[in-house]
């Protein structure tokens, strides 16, 4: 009996245009009995970065199983790899720009091929600027159905995946140095220190001059005024109560940030 596994979608594509659709028509023709969950397709164009960011949230409330198909992809049709991982707790297909590099920080590779084998693709002759429906959507629901991950294509070696380079968090004298490294909806900004840095400790977010006690809700401060705490991510995150934290700082992607220390 084929096996049917969750298939999750992540892309830049955005909703206006028909690519979303057509990924999972090619999905259904594979396999129309396969739970198909739309993770975003709101990354901003080419943000791998955000992607990244978004696909290594969303993981883990997966089951052990599911197929993770990705396309956030500024170099498709070039030499770049695609390539369809496997982990301890499901799979992960895309391009191989980084943009796994992410979750893999957190998840270790049992197994990794290169998609050489166009038996599994939608075409032989595959669209030099839509791997998303041509390869990715094909791949991902033949996965899902229990295809093994070897008859994909090439196995290669795992160290040799692109890494996205993401500033890493300082020990400083009095707390530590970071970054923005996401903007969400509401305008939160989503820091990359971990909550396990500040957890036990008294501390408050130094930036732009200004400085943000910890708090534990957004509604422990006042409508409007800024807000830091450990959002939802795992993350110091920066906010405004009932606003902006993005509009009120006029911060973006890699502002710096402090965390210090009391």
Known sequence: MPENRIVTLLSDFGLSDVYVGVMKGVIAQINPTLTVVDLTHQIPPQSIAVARFNLMNAYPYFPA??????????????????????LNAGFLVGPDNGLFSGVLSQNSVVAAVELTNPKYWRTRTPSTTFHGRDIFAAIGAHLATGVPLEQLGEVIDSSTLVELAIPEPTATATGIAGCIQYVDHFGNLMTNIAAADVRGKTWSVVVSDLIIPASQTYSDRSLGDIVA?????????????????QFELQLDLEASVQVVFV
């Open 65 to 86: 199983g599911t197929v993770h198909v990705a396309v956030v992809d500024p170099g498709v049709g070039s030499q770049r790899r695609a390539i369809a991982l496997q």
């Open 229 to 245: 705490l450990i959002g939802s991510h795992g993350w110091v995150e920066i906010a405004v109560n009932g606003g902006s934290a």
